[in-house]
């Protein structure tokens, strides 16, 4: 039998996105170029993951080299460069030791299944369950779509995988209910991402972990999207005061090659031996590789100093923006993780910003999510939020007219 015409490119390609008409071919900095040339302002930064922009000249250089020695082993053999990144990655966090793996949500299933394991080590056989939270995401593989709160996500996949149970995020009186004699870690965002951008309240956050502290239940924080610099600080943690047990990376910590962590506390960590864990390409030396380069430049000097700046910059235009169109309820985010929420929906605004080359995203219906790339320009940010004006004022008068 012949094989139907298909329409369009895309065709032959699963149906789990909806794709804006447009094909990228090249990047660089906070740039990309579609194939008839036309350039575009990329802020969205491939989704919180080219946080040193497109193609940077020293991540480049760096996998150029590993490119022409040696690109897969298995991790049966020592790599170099997974030693010299989790070193990096444990200097500059409360971790001990670092799993690696190829993306986010396979690092949330490490934390997991290291949660559960650490329960049984510690005596604790009836402690089965994982508190997470209203609005969260921790990825889309069987058991972390599970661990995900959103019954949008769960739709079609029934039965989900048992063990998780939902409290409210950032509610307050909620947290008695966290220590129920049942659960062995709680798993949360410290910037909600996909859920509409929302942080998470510094008072609740303290006295979630103070919870955990008391009743040895596992701090894990889901920095999938909050990590590598994207709050301003190199993790989200570091701002609330908190030591977490657990931290999963993945996206930025490649700019762009996919890798993703799961990293612990020696105590905990120890729960993982030789046969319970592992991962055919995880930690391999050209996605490690492009760890130590990304965390790198990262952590030079006055690198982070440079995002918080930009970032007090943007959002005290924003906060001026608001005052000036009362369509936008809302300006929140952390660094350059910023959600703003208008009363109406903003699809037609991130449409008519893409007409203007400029590419932002939305989190929910009613949030606009920015990325900006973290090497973003002074003028780039102030074309951008030229840019912003002129379109809310023209949808403003739209909408009135
Ligand atoms: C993107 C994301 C994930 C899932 O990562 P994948 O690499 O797509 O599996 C999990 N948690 C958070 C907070 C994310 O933003």
């Not at 012949?2 to 008409?21: D, E, G, L």
């Not at 949500?105 to 508190?131: C, F, P, S």
């Not at 993790?235 to 977490?244: D, G, R, S, T, V």
Request: glycine share 8%; net charge negative; proline share 5%.
């Amino acid at each position: 039998m012949p094989k139907s015409v298909m329409s369009t490119p895309s065709a032959r390609i699963m149906n789990t996105y909806q794709r804006f008409p447009i094909t990228l071919v090249k990047g660089k900095g906070s740039y990309v170029w579609d194939k008839n040339d036309t350039k575009y302002l990329d802020y969205t930064s491939g989704i919180a993951t080219c946080n040193l922009g497109h193609v940077p000249d020293f991540v480049q250089a760096k996998l150029h080299e590993q490119l022409d020695s040696l690109w897969h082993c298995s991790n049966l053999y020592e790599i170099p460069s997974q030693q010299a990144l989790a070193n990096i990655l444990t200097e500059n966090s409360v971790s001990d030791q670092v799993f690696f793996c190829n993306s986010g949500a396979e690092a949330n299933e490490a934390a997991i299944k290291l949660a559960k394991k650490y329960a049984k080590d510690q005596g604790h056989a009836e402690r089965t369950e994982i508190v997470t939270f209203s609005d969260s995401f921790h990825g889309r593989t069987g058991t972390t779509l599970a661990a995900t709160a959103q019954t949008k996500i769960h739709e079609g996949f029934t039965p989900i995988t048992p063990g998780f149970r939902y409290l409210p995020f950032n509610h307050l009186e909620s947290l008695t209910e966290v220590n129920n004699g049942k659960t062995t870690a709680v798993l949360l965002e410290l910037v909600q991402g996909e859920g509409g951008v929302r942080p998470a309240d510094p008072s609740w956050i303290q006295e979630l972990a103070k919870i955990c502290k008391e009743n040895d239940i596992l701090f894990m924080v889901d920095e999938i999207q909050t990590g590598m610099g994207r709050t301003g600080t190199l993790f989200a943690y570091e701002q609330f005061n908190i030591e977490p047990d657990v931290i999963t990376l993945a996206k930025g910590l490649g700019s762009g090659f996919p890798i993703g962590a799961m990293m612990a506390k020696e105590a905990v960590a120890n729960s993982f031996q030789p046969g319970t864990h592992g991962s055919t390409f995880g930690g391999n030396p050209l996605a490690t590789t492009a760890g130590l380069a990304t965390i790198e430049a990262l952590t030079s000097p006055d690198f982070l100093t440079t995002v918080t700046n930009k970032s007090a910059m943007l959002t005290k235009q924003l906060h001026q923006l608001k005052e000036d169109f009362p369509s936008i309820v809302e300006v929140r985010g952390m660094g350059l993780l910023i959600g703003i929420e208008f009363t109406h929906p903003v699809k037609p605004i991130m449409e008519s910003l893409r007409a203007k080359k400029i590419l932002v995203l939305i989190a929910g219906p009613k949030v606009l999510r920015i990325l900006p790339p973290l090497v973003t320009t002074t003028e780039e940010l102030e074309l951008f939020m030229d840019e912003l004006k002129h379109t809310i004022k023209a949808e403003e008068q739209g909408v009135t007219s």
